[in-house]
């Protein structure tokens, strides 16, 4: 029996595989379509991300933004996608703050996502979301290999 990494019903490399396909895109169009009240949500999302220290409300308001921008993207099913794993990412999201502490550089990176989006820059919001789901990428992939470390 696999004891793959999961959360819900998706492991963990389902969601390091699938969600460059559809977070990637969703915030160049964003950047694109959205308007100005959700711009507007996604800064005001960034600086309650930057106060909150309790990582459990951290992760909810995590899971806020990554949702808001499949919603912001215009394309119905991108934001079912993002909120069909909500659960899933959330459960990631927890898992990388406890144990590689990523909130302080997640910080970061959504808010170079968020200013992307807001200044309607396409190409850049595409180059922020990369780049933030290669950093968790990265940190996924490195727990996972220790995890099988353990286990052989």
């Given at each position: 029996p696999s004891t793959e990494l999961s959360y819900g019903s998706y492991s963990a490399r389902d969601l390091i595989e699938a969600r460059p396909f559809v977070e990637v895109p969703a915030a160049g169009w964003a950047a694109l379509r959205r308007s100005d009240e959700q711009a507007t949500a996604l800064l005001q999302l960034c600086d309650a991300m930057d106060r909150q220290t309790d990582p459990h409300k951290w992760v909810l308001l995590d899971s806020e933004f990554h949702t808001l921008i499949a919603e912001s993207s215009g394309n119905a099913v991108f934001a079912k996608i993002v909120t069909?794993?909500?659960?899933?990412?959330?459960?990631?999201?927890?898992?990388?703050?406890?144990?590689?502490?990523?909130?302080?550089?997640?910080?970061?990176?959504?808010?170079?996502?968020?200013?992307?989006?807001?200044?309607?820059?396409?190409?850049?919001?595409?180059?922020?979301?990369?780049?933030?789901?290669?950093?968790?990428?990265?940190?996924?992939?490195?727990?996972?290999?220790?995890?099988?470390?353990?286990q052989s």
């Open positions: 069909d794993a909500r659960g899933a990412i959330s459960q990631q999201s927890e898992l990388l703050n406890m144990m590689a502490h990523r909130r302080e550089a997640s910080n970061i990176e959504h808010r170079r996502i968020a200013e992307t989006i807001q200044a309607g820059n396409e190409q850049d919001a595409i180059t922020a979301m990369e780049a933030h789901l290669g950093q968790v990428k990265q940190v996924v992939t490195s727990i996972m290999a220790a995890d099988r470390s353990r």
